[in-house]
């Protein structure tokens, strides 16, 4: 599947007007992109499996056909997925069944009201072996379940629902003492008094911080021209190179220890294979002139000062010693 930046439709409401409905919306990148609504007043349908959400399960059709046709959305923010990539791996049927299936069953409910629908993928639909960030014209080849039955999303996404928009998130950061992520998984061991940090060094991406991904992304939207964007930070930094940046930035590089390992040193807790590069290039964006997310480095700082704002809570007594 290739970039479409160019291709638009008839055009529908916007701001206040708009109904949305976010599947997935208690995750991550949910939050983010409810912010960013929120402030908009769009009538919104916050949808997840989780309970104290409506609850809607994508991998249900008729549950997903009623909700769509109750609600009648202008607009569908698709983000309900399973992203565990050993989870995925030890269990495929649940990968394909939320990625692909789930994808499926949205885009159909979505043509059929004449909703569009944004279905959000991830860098790992590609191998991992360019020696070069990867643009929206190359082509993927994912290397485990979980990329693969994502790109079965996109794929089925951009087959059933014209009025659609493909956009692929790197590594991503958010939700402050909430984030589950790389990011999230080196602060809490600082807060917990890690006097040594253990980061790979040849894995490489690009971080993708969800309050910059989701502000883009509305303004993507707005343009309705549809097609496939890589939606990402600028650079691509190692994991490594990511960990070093979080103890400069809290004043503890003399202090807390980085050491460097290859992936073997985390082959037991992690086993399931990782593209080597997962850095992708926003060209797509970058022609409409729409690229306004920040250098990885400038959001990584700017994420530390805002939602994990008190330095005190890394200077325990351990990792001072």
Request: charged share 20%.
């Amino acid at each position: 599947m290739t970039s479409q930046p160019g291709r638009a439709a008839a055009s529908g409401r916007h701001g206040s007007q708009r109904r949305v409905m976010v599947t997935g919306a208690a995750g991550m990148l949910g939050s983010a992109v409810l912010a960013v609504l929120e402030k908009t007043g769009a009538q919104l349908v916050r949808t997840d499996i989780k309970p104290g959400w409506l609850k809607l399960d994508v991998r249900n059709r008729d549950d997903v056909n009623h909700v769509t046709g109750v609600f009648s959305p202008d607009l569908v923010i698709h983000l309900a997925a399973a992203t565990g990539l050993e989870v995925c791996e030890a269990d495929p049927q649940l990968s394909w069944s939320t990625n692909a299936a789930g994808a499926e069953n949205v885009a159909l409910a979505c043509a059929a009201v004449g909703a569009t629908l944004v279905y959000v993928s991830t860098a790992r639909v590609f191998d991992g072996t360019a020696d070069r960030p990867y643009t929206e014209s190359d082509a993927p080849n994912p290397v485990n379940e979980f990329g693969r039955s994502k790109l079965c999303g996109e794929e089925l996404v951009t087959a059933i629902c014209k009025r659609s928009f493909v956009v692929r998130a790197g590594w991503t950061m958010g939700e402050g003492q909430h984030d589950h992520t790389f990011v999230g998984a080196v602060l809490e061991q600082l807060r917990d008094g890690a006097d040594t940090i253990f980061a790979v060094g040849e894995q490489f991406g690009s971080p993708t911080y969800t309050a910059d991904f989701a502000r883009c992304l509305l303004r993507l939207v707005d343009t309705e021209r549809y097609g496939l964007y890589h939606m990402v930070s600028g650079g691509g930094p190692s994991r490594a190179e990511m960990a070093a940046q979080i103890l400069a930035e809290l004043d503890l590089a003399d202090r807390v220890r980085l050491v460097t390992v290859d992936t073997d040193h985390f082959a037991d807790r992690y086993p399931v294979a990782r593209p080597r590069s997962e850095v992708l290039a926003p060209a797509a964006l970058d022609d409409l002139g729409l690229n306004d997310m920040r250098p990885w480095d400038d959001a990584l700082s700017h994420y530390l000062q805002t939602e994990w704002s008190d330095p005190d809570q890394f200077l325990t007594p351990k990792a001072t010693r």
